[in-house]
Structure formats: C-alpha cells, structure tokens
C-alpha cells in the first residue's frame, strides 16, 4: 500500500529508518494528474531505487499565469490509485503551508539555462521550479530522483542547481512517453478541444520533418522558418520559439552539431504546449 504523508517531519521519520538499514531511496516530483509518462519515471525510480516517493504538490510558486494554476487538472485519489498500482512506496502531498510557511524568504535561481526559451516566456518559471525541487530535494532526502526530457529544460535546470549546489542526488532523465499518435503526454493535454486534440499530433510531425530536413543538410534558419510557417498554416496559434540548441548548455545553434535539440512551445486554443525531440 502507498502510504500518503504530507507533513514533512513524518517523511524524514520514514526516510531516516531506510536510510538506517542501507535503502536507496528515489523521488519522482510531480504536479499530479498523473499520466503513462509520469508512472514511466515511477517505473525507473523502481528499478534504481530500493524506496521510492512520489512527490505531488501543484507549485503555486512555478506558475506565471494564475489562471492556468487554477484550471490545472487535480485528482489525487485516482493518482493515488494509480501509484498504489506502480508499487510506490510513499506519496508526499504536502499543502502550500507544509511548503512554504509563513516567514519562507529563498529563492532558488539559477541563470544560463534558465534564460531562453520558458525562462523567456514564462519569467519566473524556473525559479519556482529550482526553489521547489531543492525544498523536496532536502525534505525527501533522496539520493537519485527522476525527471522527464519532456521538460527538457527543466531537467537541465535542475542538473545545473545539482551541480552548483553540490546537492547529495543524482538526477536521472528519462524519456519522453507520447500517445500513440505522437503527442507527448502532458497533464494539460486534457484542457485541448475535441477538434484541437486530433490537431495537435501535428506538432511532433512537423519536428521530426524538421529534424529529417536538418539532418539531410538543409540551412537552419531557412528550415527553422518554414517548419514555423508550417505550423501556422496548420491553424495551430503562436509559436512562443521553435529553437535549435546544444542539448546540455543550451546555447543556440546556427548549424547542426552532436547532441542538438529541436525545442518547441506554441499554443492550440488556450492550451500551450511543449515538446522536444533530438535531431
Ligand atoms: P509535471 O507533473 O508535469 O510537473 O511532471 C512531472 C515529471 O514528469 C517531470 O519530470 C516531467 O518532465 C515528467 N513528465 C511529464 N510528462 C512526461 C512525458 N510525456 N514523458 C516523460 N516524462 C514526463
């Protein structure tokens, strides 16, 4: 059975007695409403790990737009299920107050990969994501925890905080889990229309054309421009950015080179969506 903590004194208990008889524990951080792609980093965290929790907390700190805070999806009974299922050993769920209680006065900032892209559109994303992931990071007491390349960005946020910070974890990417027709698994995924919904596989097509393109010798820029007018012309909205950049530092790139990534953000009706592939 999974056992639900959601104080955070409980859970060091918990994690102190693993940790007394040689477990490794592993965390898997997530905003619930969960999907294959969350229970897919549960099912890594199983394999690596001799305990593992679930963190579920809707970070208010994370969101610039407080509308999607509020209509972001939440049912912690059937995620609860669900973790049950997957063999986990503890779900943290704390509330805002467990978090951040009265008197909280850190922030958690980390530059260079966190200034393109969401950093640009989303201004003060990743510093409530680092803030929050370093606050689970010391109240689980984890010593590996697992993160989506779904976020691709995000994942490099985090090893970079890691790193600078010499947090005792190791982070794990995995990768990205998408639905049969493509799409990647998103717990906004829900909020798209009917009509939107059969729209939006076209997203990862029109990436991997791209990324066909680029790795037959076309020019970046000029392949750049006509995947971006391509998805206009396929009624989805605004395309936030549509980037070639170096995987790991971020750094965009003009030419192709070993471990360059198509990242994408663009909106289909009031849904934004993220992706991104290698090429
Ligand atoms: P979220 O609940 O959206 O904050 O995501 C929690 C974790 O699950 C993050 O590390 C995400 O990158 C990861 N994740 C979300 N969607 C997917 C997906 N489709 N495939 C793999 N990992 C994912």
Redesign the pocket.
Known sequence: MTLVIRNSAELQDKVAAWKRSGMLVGV??????L?D??L??VKAARAQSDRVIVTIFVNPMQFNNTDDLSKYPRDEARDLALLDEAGVDVLFAPDVAEVYPDGFSTTVSVSGVSAPMEGEHRPGHFDGVATVVAKLFGMTQAGRAF?????WQ??QVVRRMVRDLNLPVTVIG?????EADGL????RNVRLSHEDRSMAPLLHQVLQELAASLRAGADVGVALASARAELAAKGFGTVEYLDLRAGDSLAPLAQLEDNARLLVALWLGNVRLIDNIPV
């Not at 995995?174 to 998408?178: G, Q």
């Not at 990647?184 to 717990?187: D, L, P, R, W, Y």
């Open positions: 898997v951080p997530t905003m619930g409403a999907h792609g969350h897919s980093l993160f989506g390349e779904k976020d995000q994942l995995c990768p990205t889990i998408r990647a698994m998103s717990s």
